[in-house]
Nanobody, 118 residues
């Protein structure tokens, strides 16, 4: 199973980016796919998660109202639309997948860097 993240980049405060995470090599869709981020010198933190088949989402308080997580079931891909970006959103963003309904994520993609400058 591989997770391929893409879409990072550099934007100014208030800008937008759309991250993608495509899963391959798996027979069944992940029950949960999510995004985490890690800024330099800080611990990795939860950003958002989406569940199958309900499509329900959960967001960190810091991104609520600005980030939107969606999925394309047919392509086993999730998208993180990030609007109104702030410098504090600067981090390496990692996508993750899980076949379980709760607990830790077993599968991780490589990070994609998001840099927001003022």
């Amino acid at each position: 199973v591989q997770l391929q993240a893409s879409g990072g980049g550099s934007v100014l405060t208030g800008g937008s980016l759309r991250l993608s995470c495509a899963a391959s090599g798996c027979t069944f869709s992940f029950y949960r796919m999510g995004w985490f981020r890690q800024a330099p010198g800080k611990e990795r933190e939860f950003v958002a998660v989406i569940s199958w088949p309900t499509g329900s989402t959960v967001y960190a308080d810091s991104v609520k109202g600005r980030f939107t997580l969606s999925r394309d079931n047919a392509k086993n891909t999730v998208f993180l639309q990030m609007n109104s970006l702030k410098p504090e959103d600067t981090a390496a963003y990692y996508c993750a997948g899980s076949y379980s309904t709760m607990g830790t994520f077993a599968y991780w993609g490589q990070g994609t860097q998001v840099t927001v400058s003022s």
